[in-house]
């Protein structure tokens, strides 16, 4: 099952720190070490329950914001105008 958990520190140096962890657990409810993998329908689920979660919604909206920064920024560099997105 895919997961996403937003992990909050309270303890430690890192205290009072948030972090999201992009997971996804076997079919017997055991943590997995691998990279995480969605197929459609998982992603689907993941976006409704995302709507459940206001503040780990906006941390992976975050990420995905940046994601698109850099994406913008590797077609910039490989443009041959050299022109700005």
């Given at each position: ?79 041959e105008e050299g022109e700005a997105p």
């Open positions: 099952m895919p997961t996403l958990q937003l992990l909050k520190y309270t303890e430690g140096e890192a205290a009072g720190n948030v972090s999201v962890r992009f997971c996804h657990y076997g079919h017997a409810g055991n943590f997995r070490r691998s990279p995480l993998m969605m197929s459609p329908d998982e992603i689907d689920m993941m976006r409704d329950a995302l709507h459940e979660t206001p503040e780990l919604q906006e941390l992976v909206e975050e990420v995905v914001r940046l994601q698109l920064r850099v994406a913008d920024l590797v077609r910039f560099i490989e443009s």
